[in-house]
């Protein structure tokens, strides 16, 4: 689960909807990026970073040696 997504979103006060009509996608889209159940594209996760005023590597880096 992204919950670096999700805790940005709330910061900002931002529903999943929100979101995705900001971004021009669906909110099935955000929800399934948050569950890790789809791999945006670099445009789509760029598009996140800027209105979560974020890095692509706050949001979306993950280190192998801590996925094990």
Do not use: H
């Not at 997504?5 to 909110?27: F, P």
């Not at 594209?41 to 040696?65: A, G, R």
């Amino acid at each position: 689960m992204n919950y670096i997504i999700k805790s940005k979103r709330a910061i900002l006060n931002l529903s999943q909807a929100e979101l995705a009509k900001i971004i021009g996608v669906s909110r099935q889209t955000i929800l399934l990026i948050e569950q890790e159940k789809y791999n945006p594209s670099i445009k789509l996760c760029l598009s996140i970073c800027y209105v979560l005023n974020s890095t692509l590597d706050e949001l979306f880096w993950k280190d192998p040696e801590n996925e094990r």
